[in-house]
C-alpha cells in the first residue's frame, strides 16, 4: 500500500481509507475486529459521517484509545451555523476524541445550498469557529457534481476535497482533481465499487489506485473484506495496466449519471442505481449486491413502460442536469429482467 503527503498536511497517509458508513449494519464485535486489523495493516484513514447512523459511535467505542494512530474524518450535513456547530461537538463527545483531522461539508450538490453554507449564519463558519478552538484540524467537503465542486475549491476555502471516482463514474478527471491538485488539495476518493455493483472487486480498486488521489475510501464491514481491499492495493499499477482501467472507464462510464439525485421517480425506480449499474451489468454481469437491487426493483423498472405522466416527457428527465436519457435506460433494464 502507498503513503504520500496528505496535501497541505504533513500526515503521511494510506492509500486505503477505512469506510465506516456500512459498520452500524453488522454485530459491534465484528466491526470492531474489522477496525482494529485495519489499524494493525497500516490503514490510517477513517472516514465517517454524523449521518451514518451510530457509526461515529462505534468508532468511538471500538478504537478511540488508539487515536493517535489514525487520520478520522468526519461530515456534517447540517448547512447553517447553529446546527453545524451542535453537531460538531456531538461528534467529537461520540467518537471520544477531543479533536477530528477533518471536517466535510457533506453531500454539497446545489448552488443555493453551497451559498447557504458559505453564508454568514452558514455551517463553514461553524467548521471555521472549531477549527480557531482546536477541534477540527482542516475542512473539507463532499458532493456528487464533479463540475460544480471544481468551481467551489477554487477560492482556496478547503483543505480537502471528497469525490465518487470508479470504473463507472470516472468524471471527477475532467476538471476536479486537476482543480485540487493546483491548490494542493487532500484528494479523496470514495466508493470504489460504486456501491456495491462494480466487479471484478480487485479491477474495481485498481482503477482509483492508478489515479492521482491520496486516499481511496472503500467501505468495509469485515477482516476479510480489508484483507481484500488491501490484497488489491499490494503492487502499484503499471502504464499498461493503467491504461486498460482508463479505457475500461470510458466504457463504463458512458451512462453519464454523477449520481446526483436531483431525479425521482414518482413510482419508486432507484434511477442512478439503475443508471450506473446498467453498463457494468451488460458487460461484467452483477455481484450478489447487484442481483438483490434489481431483484427489488423488478416491479417499478417494468412498470416504467406504462407510467402514463411520462409517456410525452418523462418527469425524471426534466429534473437532470446532465439532460440524460433516463426512460431508454431503464426500459432496456426492463428488457434484461424480462
Ligand atoms: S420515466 Fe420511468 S423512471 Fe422516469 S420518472 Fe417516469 S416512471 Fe420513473
Ligand atoms: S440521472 Fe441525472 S439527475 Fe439522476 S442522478 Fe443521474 S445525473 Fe443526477
Redesign the pocket.
Known sequence: MRYSTFGKSDFQVSSLGFGAMNLPGVAFEQAREALHYALDHGINYIDTAAAYRNSEEIIGAAISHRRKEFFLATKTNKRDYASAKEEINNSLQRMKTDHVDLLQIHYLNYVQEFKQVMGENGAYQAALEAQREGKVRHIGLTGHRPELLARWISKGQFDQVLFHLNLAQPFALQELIPAATEQNMMKVAMKPLSGGFIQPVETAIRYPYSQDVHVIISGMVSVNEVQENIAAMEREVGQGEREELQQLAVELGGHNCRRCNY?????G?T?PDVMISSKIRDKFGLLQKGKDFYHKQKEAIL??AD?E??REK????QKCPYHLP??QV?QSSAAYLA
Open positions: 431525479c425521482s421517480c414518482p413510482i425506480v434511477i412498470s416504467c407510467y405522466p411520462c418523462p418527469l425524471c428527465e433516463m426512460r431503464i
